[in-house]
């Protein structure tokens, strides 16, 4: 059956699922998006996010290469500060030499800007809505919003993130696909009351670290607090005053600036905790449902990686619908065997990453410590080896094979 005026249902409007539907349109389909949130969390929303190689070359092919290159967080320098020590500042840039020679550090909210207009105009945005439950038939999957309607799609694909509802409806309740990878994020919104400008400061200390970083064309800065627990936190994810007082307790006797940052944080009403975790399926399909980006394989949100495999998963997702003509048996499945080298090379990411972003004893502090400043002061193969965090991020890059759109 040709792919034209096939109804793909997309779930979730961040970075997987604008991308999708752009290249979906582009290649004949009728793509539809439901978003939760009333409008995206657009401009400087959300928090900074790498996009490398394979990923600008999607977004060049979307012709939106300058945009991208303009909303760039334009960090230039990592500030790396421990107690008693003087601070270590090394250039952003030699940070992600050992992953990719192509990069760019911009915020979740622009880059969904960015995405959501290349495709808008020909693209069906529902925003306020979710959907709640689907039943499969032959001819299509038919699908319940909250709101109360109810349409039929021929395909649906889940890109609604690491708590997709799109998972838990087709495959079943989270905790069978979510692997912990021992540690937490939270991260809020301050003033930058440090007055940084294209700097960011990390304070690292033995299983935490606190982070502040400015957001580009904003009086705002963000922080990002990570640490390490061998056990998920017990907590109620929907009651803001309990995150708040988990925070205080894990950091209430840390020195630096953390004490004026838990003051702000009293007054932050855009506080996200959650568990760095990765999800795991043996599978993202099942029928006419599948899933995208971190929805269906996040490496784990802050270890970086997910922002650019969310990207690339999108795109492999709607050329292999393209190429196979609209069987969307064929399709997916060759989605699934195209991305899936990617994908396994994704999960070293979380481990290796965490214990350079969260050192675990006072050896691995100071080792970090002397890393950042060899950094800019060793050879390039050195240095890439340095800051190539185990190999996992480039390996990732490196097992994903573009389609060019002309081809299709
Ligand atoms: C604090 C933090 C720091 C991070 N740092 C980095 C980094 O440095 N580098 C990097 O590459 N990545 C980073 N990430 C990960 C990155 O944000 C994700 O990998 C990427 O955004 C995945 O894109 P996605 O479109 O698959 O999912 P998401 O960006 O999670 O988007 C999911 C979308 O689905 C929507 N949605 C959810 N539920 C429903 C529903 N029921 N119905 C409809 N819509 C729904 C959400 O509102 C959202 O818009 C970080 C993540 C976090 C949380």
């Given amino acids: 059956m040709a792919a034209a005026g096939r109804r793909v249902l997309i779930s979730g409007a961040s970075v997987a699922g604008p991308v999708l539907a752009y290249w979906l349109n582009r290649f004949g389909y009728q793509p539809t998006v439901v978003e939760r949130t009333e409008e995206l969390r657009f401009g400087s929303g959300g928090h900074a996010v790498d996009l490398f190689g394979p990923a600008l070359q999607i977004i060049e092919w979307m012709g939106a290469l300058p945009q991208v290159h303009d909303a760039g967080t334009h960090t230039e320098i990592i500030s790396f500060i421990r107690e008693g020590h003087r601070p270590i500042d090394v250039s952003a840039e030699l940070g992600s030499e050992g992953v990719s020679a192509r990069h760019v ?14 495709g808008r105009d020909d693209v069906e945005y529902v925003f306020g809505d979710s959907i709640s439950w689907l039943e499969e038939a032959e001819d299509g999957v038919g699908v319940a919003f909250e709101h109360g309607s109810r349409r039929t799609f021929d395909l649906l694909v889940g890109a609604d993130g690491l708590h997709s509802i799109t998972r838990r409806l087709a495959f079943g309740e989270e905790y069978q696909f979510l692997h912990f990878l021992g540690g937490y994020l939270a991260v809020f919104t301050v003033p930058n009351y440090l007055d940084l400008h294209q700097r960011m400061l990390g304070y690292g200390d033995v299983g935490r670290t606190a982070a502040i970083y400015p957001v580009h064309g904003t009086d705002e800065a963000r922080v990002l607090l990570l640490w390490r627990t061998p056990t998920l936190h017990d907590y109620d994810r929907r009651d803001l ?14 020195g630096w600036e953390v004490p004026r940052l838990l003051a702000e944080l009293e007054n932050a009403d855009d506080l996200y905790v959650d568990s760095i975790s990765t999800i795991v399926m043996d599978t993202w399909t099942r029928g006419r449902v599948t899933l995208v980006g971190d929805a269906g ?15 690339v998963g999108a795109y492999v997702l709607a050329c292999e619908l393209a190429a196979t003509s609209g069987d969307h048996g064929r399709g997916l499945e060759a989605y699934e ?8 090379q994704s999960r070293r990411i979380g481990p290796a990453v965490m214990k350079m972003l969260i050192p675990n004893s006072r050896l691995q502090l100071w080792a970090l410590a002397q890393a950042m400043w060899l950094l800019p002061r060793v050879p390039r193969p050195i240095r890439r080896a340095l800051t190539s965090y185990g190999g996992g991020p480039a390996a990732m890059l490196d097992a994903v094979e573009l389609r060019n759109p002309s081809s299709l």
């Fill in 105 to 118: 550090e911009i915020m979740r909210g622009e880059l969904a800007k960015i995405i959501y207009e290349a």
């Fill in 241 to 254: 005053a309990a995150e708040r007082s988990l925070i205080r307790n894990l950091y209430s006797d840390m």
């Fill in 297 to 311: 394989y996040s490496p784990g949100p802050a270890v970086g990686g997910g922002t650019s495999l969310a990207l």
């Fill in 337 to 344: 065997q195209a991305l899936r080298p990617a994908v396994q």
